[in-house]
Structure formats: C-alpha cells, structure tokens
C-alpha cells in the first residue's frame, strides 16, 4: 500500500512566484482530505468569462449590488432583461476538464469538501457532490417577501412569455449571467412577480454589498477546519468572502495551494501557486495520480 505523503508548511512573509509545477497539488491529494475552494476562473474554460483574469468582466461590467436592486423598479428590470438573456447562454454552459477532474478526486475519496464561489452549477452536473454554493446558484430565484423559492428555468418560461421577441444582441456575458445591454434594450422589458405572493423576485444569489449568510460561512469554516489542506482553484481572492479561509488554513498551519494563472491576494499564505490554466493543470494531477477524468458524455 503506498503510503499518503504529509505536507508541512509555514506561511512566507512574501508572496510566492507561480510556478508551472502541478506536483504539490497532486502530492497533497494524495495525502488526502483536501478542501478545495473555486473561483471563475475554474469555469473560464466553459465559456464563462471571470470577473479579473486577462479581458474579466470588471474592466468593463459594474455588477449589479443588492442596494440597487431593492431600492430601484428600474434596476430590477435592468438586471432582470440583461440576467434574462445571460442565462440562454449560461444555462447551456457544460463542465469543463477542470470540473470533470474534481469531481473525480472526490469520488476516489481524497476531497474534505467543495467550496465554490461560483453561481453556475457546473461542479455538480460533473458529479461533485456535497458542493458549497458560498454565493448561491443562478439555477433558484427567491421571493424577498414571502421567501418563496423556486426554479430558474420555470422563470425563464414566464418571461419569455411576457417577453415576446425580446432577443438583443449583446455585447458581452459576464460571470454572474449578466448579459451587457445599453438602456435602450432594455426599455420595454417586462418583469414578472412571485407567483405566490405577487412580491419582488430575487436570483438567489448573494449580490455584491450583500453578506453571505452566517450559517454558510460557519459550515465552510468547519470545513476548513476539518481538512488536511486547502487546494484554492481560479480565484483572485480579492474578497474577503474567499480569502477568509485561505488565512484561516495558513493560520492553522494547514498548507494552501493554489491554481491560478495570475497572482493572488493569498500568494503570501500560500506554500505554491500553479500558473497553468485549470484543465491542464488538474488533469497532468490525475494523471500523477492514476485517476481517470471522465470525458464529457454526447448531448
């Protein structure tokens, strides 16, 4: 039987210049117990763009905050047509050999856990199970009133309805499946109610300027606390909403490992950080590891 390598690690005073070297990664998944926290950029592979990589959103994109959207009918409309013709793409987006491999690292029992930061879903239509959603997932809507929640998709079906040959070209989608439309396109767009209540409709996300809710970060921190190491996948870290539990893991002592293409705000809590793009670099980690990474099944 081979034996499972430990990993030490003390936090650097610097940040760490990123390598193109996956072998830690895999060394700590051999180990086991490994808590991995997504970003974006895991997704950028499936056609979702990220929010700070090269070309991200936020160059361009002011996302919508949780302030705009319960004060202004006509911020909800915004968001709602831009959201509304975002999710025709976003809905069709498919895992990519990133989420494939995580997914596989957890059916041969060397994850602690998922955290992703991500709204698409992807994790778990490539068979990760138990998944975090920090920020929620674009596939529930939730009613501000009555708390009502129900599926996106039937959404879709009533705005369409009440949306009859709405179909702008837009200029580009962005990470939270908000499609960029000037004010003129979305002039005329009609919002729909909560079918139950009449109230105000909300995807169940958490929006910038909104917290996530407390019971959810406890269960991550529990989490984090209960894995050997923190494996970090297509993240900035630049909010605190992630970068909390890399500090947690490095003030523990547990080591953090990260695979990301640019710098990160947790490179100085990091024992290495892999700059290869995520397919490549999780798929050469299974390899190392002998794990198949299952191919994507035809449509």
């Known amino acids: 039987m081979r034996m499972r390598p430990t990993l030490s690690w003390t936090p650097a005073e610097d940040p760490i210049p990123g390598t193109t070297d996956p072998g830690p990664v895999a060394d700590a998944l051999g180990a086991g117990g490994v808590l991995v926290l997504s970003g974006a ?16 959103s936020l160059s361009r994109h002011t996302p919508m905050t949780y302030q705009d959207f319960t004060a202004s009918a006509r911020a909800r409309r915004r968001y709602w047509a831009r959201s509304h013709l975002g999710w025709r793409t976003f809905g069709r987006a498919r895992p990519n050999a990133g989420h494939r491999a995580v997914a596989a690292f957890g059916r041969h029992g060397l994850l602690a856990g998922v955290i992703t930061q991500n709204v698409d879903g992807l994790h778990q239509a490539a068979g990760s199970e138990g998944v975090v959603e920090l920020h929620g997932s674009l ?117 953090v490992l990260i695979v990301n293409r640019d710098p990160t705000r947790g490179d100085r809590h990091a024992l290495t950080r892999i700059a290869l793009p995520l397919g490549a670099a999780l798929t050469a980690v299974a390899d190392r590891l002998g794990i198949p990474v299952e191919a994507p099944t035809a449509a």
């Open 139 to 255: 596939s529930r809507v939730v009613c501000l009133s009555c708390g009502a929640v129900g599926s996106r998709r039937e959404l879709a079906r009533r705005l369409e309805e009440a949306n009859a040959g709405f179909d702008p070209v837009a200029a580009a989608l962005n990470p939270d499946g908000d499609a960029d439309l000037t004010d003129e396109q979305v002039g005329g767009f009609r919002v729909v109610p909560c079918s139950h209540c009449g109230g105000v409709l909300k995807p169940d996300v958490v929006f910038f300027g909104e917290a996530v809710p407390p019971r959810r970060v406890e269960h991550c921190r529990d989490l984090v606390s209960g894995a050997s190491s923190l494996i970090v996948l297509g993240s900035s870290l630049t909010v605190m909403s992630g970068l909390r539990f890399v500090r947690q893991a490095a003030q523990a002592g547990k080591p």
């Open 41 to 56: 950029g895991i997704s950028t592979e499936s056609g979702i763009p990220d929010y700070r990589g090269e070309g991200g």
